[in-house]
């Protein structure tokens, strides 16, 4: 099963660095990836349409006297939907895998959980600061989420190429 994710999450960075659109850098608090750091691009010319994001998130705590880490890689596919260049509505889901250290009991935490996303996206045409707030519903073998979102704070690079 690792060697599979592992594989998914190589293809999904190869494609994502590839895209020839926009590409953005953000700190996610809450949502899929719990406090992340993700990268999101465009999968075509325009800034608005499909696109995709992969992050790396996580916590470090101690429990029973013994550290526990756990990180958290959210993988997703998005559609931005606007008309003025800079403020979209933004669905999208994906797979959150879920990796516990060794001194975890990791049988309970090591997993692999669903999310959906609805949300805010502000993101200037010619790159700067980028905004999101969203709401966005996980499922795992815990159940099901409904009231959980989060917001991101970024910077968007110049496209490569313009809408016009």
């Known amino acids: 099963m690792r ?10 960075v190869s494609l994502l660095v590839e895209a020839q659109s926009a590409k953005s850098i953000n700190f996610e608090l809450g949502g899929p990836g719990l406090a992340s750091l993700n990268f999101d691009t465009r999968f075509g010319p325009k800034e608005d349409g499909l696109g995709g994001r992969i992050g790396v998130g996580g916590f470090s705590l101690r429990a029973d006297g ?14 931005l939907i606007g008309n003025d260049e800079k403020n979209y509505f933004e669905v999208g889901a994906g797979l959150t895998p879920v990796f516990a250290s060794n001194t975890f009991d990791s049988d ?4 692999t959980f669903g999310h959906v996303l609805f949300g805010y996206r502000m993101q200037p045409r010619k790159g ?19 009231y959980y979102g989060g917001v991101s704070f970024g910077y968007k690079f110049g496209s490569g190429k313009d809408k016009k």
Request: glycine share 12%; charged share 10%; aromatic share 20%.
């Open 3 to 12: 060697k599979i994710l592992l594989l998914l999450i190589t293809i999904s």
């Open 66 to 79: 013994e550290g526990v880490g756990v990180i958290f890689i959210p993988i997703g596919l998005n559609y």
């Open 108 to 111: 309970n935490f090591s997993t």
């Open 128 to 146: 700067g600061f980028i905004f999101r707030a969203f709401i966005s519903p996980v499922f795992g073998e815990f159940g099901f989420l409904p």
